[in-house]
């Protein structure tokens, strides 16, 4: 047989036993507080590195940095180091100025504001900011030079190619006519 408020040796535990008052009524202990966890003080952080101003960027090449080959970015990306090689972006490609790039370039939007050696092709829209040094050609529907920026190269606007083909084949078309109706009128 088990006596469970007995410790060894058969006597009372002194821990579960109720304690009298004077009255000689029995008070039970409260039970211990829950001891709060300890958070220890920060520690003295490092300086975190300036964050790109578009904090929803997927890529960010800091100054310094060096890139050579092919990189594809999924979303928004800036680079402010040296690339060499081609660069694809599926979003706005913010090139800093200070960033040196001798690349291919693809992207949805290009926003230019170092030195570029190659060809930029935007599916949307092309801006050089004045601090822009472009060497190659350029090809968007939508350019934007601010004063300032030196760009050595050809410029092909998509939505000028397709109204000057209408026009240019419109034009072929009369050309070909005029020529059927005045043999026509000397039959």
Known sequence: MAWFDRGPGGKKDA?????SSALGVAVTPEPPKPVEPVTPPPSPAVAPVAAPADTA???YLYKGSRVSGQLVFQGPARIDGNVEGEIQCHGTLTIGEGA?????ISSLVV???GRVEGNVTAKEKVELLSS???????STPR???TEGVVFDGDCSMGVAKQKSGVAISQAG??????PAEQADSQK
Do not use: M
């Open 15 to 19: 821990e579960n036993e109720p304690e």
């Open 57 to 59: 960027l997927v890529g």
């Open 100 to 104: 040196e790039v001798r690349a291919k």
């Open 111 to 113: 926003v230019i504001g």
């Open 132 to 138: 822009a040094r472009v060497v190659g050609n350029i």
């Open 143 to 145: 350019l934007t030079i």
């Open 173 to 178: 078309s009369a050309d070909k006519a005029a």
